[in-house]
């Protein structure tokens, strides 16, 4: 019986890996950020709890795409290396990815333009 091996190995799967965890430290981190700089920029003192919502889901959301990305990863290594590959994963978690950077989009333009509308 010959060994299996990965078409490109150590390569592509972990390069992929690899950049799906910097966007996730990068979200992480955007996320704690804006925990710090949001409740300090609310136009009210009431409203200070509630704009801490955005740094907690984003925070929340990191972990997800991190963990996410690890099982993506094993799936598709795992694919590389039978013999009958199941179905390489979809594109759900960069449909995902996309509406979380364009809800937080939506709130930079928000936060930009709430001082000019109160």
Not at 43 to 61: D, R, T, Y
Not at 90 to 96: F, P, V
């Amino acid at each position: 019986m010959t060994e299996r091996r990965l078409f490109d190995p150590g390569l592509q799967p972990e390069r992929t890996e690899l950049a799906w965890r910097r966007t996730a430290l990068a979200i992480g981190v955007g996320s704690l950020i804006a925990l710090r700089v949001l409740p300090a920029i609310a136009p009210s003192p009431g409203l200070q709890q509630a704009w801490l919502a955005p740094g907690i889901v984003g925070v929340a959301f990191a972990m997800l795409l991190w963990l996410r990305s690890r099982a993506r990863h094993a799936r598709v290594t795992r694919a590389l290396l039978e013999e009958r590959p199941e179905r390489m994963p979809g594109a759900g978690l960069m449909l995902l990815l996309a509406l979380f950077v364009g809800g937080c989009g939506i709130l930079s333009a928000v936060v930009v333009l709430l001082p000019y509308v109160l």
